[in-house]
């Protein structure tokens, strides 16, 4: 029996009669065959997503010349897309992406950073199975072409650890750069049992107070970094001073602290 739906040649086969589907202008579609291709294009989606997982290396084309880029994305267990990317010519090292979308082939994800790093990509895979698209910042448009290279390699951002009794405090120091004497603040705090929080100040022309992200202390190494400013300090605790080298866009300084008096 047909129950009639709409116009006069769309007619639904009911479920206990023939299994079949009749449009106008489409003829008969057997519903196994519908389902088959149902099923096929799902997996086609599915792999095309999974093929978006990798690292990815290339460049992005601007008028001086080229960025090198090295982008890593992945699917955490629950599914999630997490990335990071390497900008080599910028001192940038494995700096988390954010606004990470995939749908199908395309994917499109972000780099949020104060020093000048703001931008967004978006991409796709092409019929040879690079990912291609358009890096955009501060109304400038740049292609990017990558081609994948292995496994995804995200370098997830570590967690802040507690510091020592013999490192908590206010500690200070000064290092030169292009002639100017900089003048470093650094205070060390344990906010939770397992977790420190630190102030770091530099004082030059103007005063920075930057906004610092990773505490960590493993041994009498200490790290602290800001990664929305691009820059970092890595030091050893010894004889009750820390020596190391602050690092900011690639460029390196030693900056060795003492304890404020």
Partial sequence: MLYAIGHEHETVAHPMSSRRLLLKGHGRIALPTAVFAIFLAYSLISRAEENIAGRWEGSAQIPEGEIKLVVDLAQDPNGAWVGSITLPGFGVKGFPLGDIAVKDSEVTFAIKNERGLQGSFKGHLNTDGMLVGDFVQAG????????????????????????????????????????????????????????????????????????????RQEGDMVTVDSHAMSMGYEGRLTKGEIKGALNQGGLEVPLIFRRAK
Avoid at 183 to 195: A, I, Q, R
């Fill in 140 to 215: 400038n448009t740049a292609t990017f072409i990558l081609t994948k290279i292995g496994p995804p390699q995200v370098e997830l951002p570590p967690h802040s650890t507690a510091v020592t009794k013999e490192l908590e405090g206010e500690w200070k120091g000064e290092y030169q750069l292009f002639g100017y004497v900089r003048h470093v603040t650094l205070k060390l705090s344990n906010s939770k049992p397992d977790t420190a929080t630190a102030e770091l100040v530099i004082v030059g022309k103007k005063t920075t107070n930057l906004p610092v992200d990773l505490i």
